[in-house]
């Protein structure tokens, strides 16, 4: 079962950044935090992930608590071509992905 | 990154048949996973398939139901068996890249409607 909890839907002005939360408080100690994202029902495209610390890509930026109870994927500038369903994932025992529902994130003009 | 295929990319089936569907990828990974993700819904699980060993399905899937082969590195299939309206959904597989702290890279996905 998955151990993320998202909102269902959130709405981001173009050029602003996205803040987009994830609550994973059952994780446990040495279980990774992944972002995926998922555009028009294509597979899903891998966006970040990390263990304790905040971590940068050229896609975005994950932060994730002290307590590792919850983390934000931040989207700097977002594009309207960033409009997607954005999955937390905790990667479980024998590296399964557990999806939960996902935050359907809509960029407006 | 691996890049993946899957085949067919859509069918429309009959109920009471079975669709397999073939998962290509272009580099030798260890495990591949089937997932499922029903009209407006998230993915789930299916089974974990490595090379070598019987796949291990999740709770809710049978093998009599979603037979899955990995023949080798490269490549696995999923079967669809005595399908039902209630199987119409998009199936994907993916593969984890060891090489890359185990972020798994998913297939286009084969979009299944059964009739």
């Known amino acids: 079962d998955a151990k993320t909890t998202q909102p269902p839907s959130m709405d981001c002005a173009e050029g602003r950044a996205a803040n987009l939360p994830c609550n994973h408080s059952?994780?446990?100690?040495?279980?990774?935090v992944y972002w995926y994202r998922q555009i028009h029902s294509q597979g899903p495209q891998y966006i970040i992930h990390g263990l304790k610390n905040n971590e940068t890509n050229e896609m975005a930026s994950l932060i994730i608590t002290e307590d590792r109870k919850s983390s934000t994927l931040i989207l700097p500038h977002a594009t309207l071509r960033d409009t997607a369903v954005y999955y937390c994932?905790?990667?479980?025992?024998?590296?399964?992905?557990?999806f939960g529902s996902g935050t359907k994130l809509n960029v407006k003009p | 990154s691996a890049v993946i295929s899957q085949k067919p990319s859509r069918d429309i089936c009959q109920r009471g048949t079975s669709l397999t569907i073939q998962c290509q990828v272009d580099s030798q990974v260890t495990m591949m996973f089937w997932y499922r993700q029903q009209p407006g819904q998230s993915l789930t699980l299916i089974a974990t398939?490595?090379?070598?060993?019987?796949?291990?399905?999740e709770s809710g899937f049978v093998i009599d139901k979603f037979p899955i082969s990995r023949p080798n590195l490269t490549f696995s299939t999923l079967t669809v068996s005595n399908m039902s309206p209630e199987d119409s959904s998009i199936y994907l597989c993916?593969?984890?890249?060891?090489?890359?702290?185990?972020?798994?890279?998913f297939g286009p996905g084969t979009r299944l409607t059964v009739t």
């Open positions: 398939a490595n090379q070598g060993s019987e796949a291990t399905y």
């Open positions: 059952t994780i446990s100690g040495n279980e990774y």
């Open positions: 994932i905790v990667r479980v025992f024998f590296n399964k992905f557990y």
């Open positions: 993916s593969v984890e890249d060891r090489g890359s702290s185990y972020e798994q890279y």
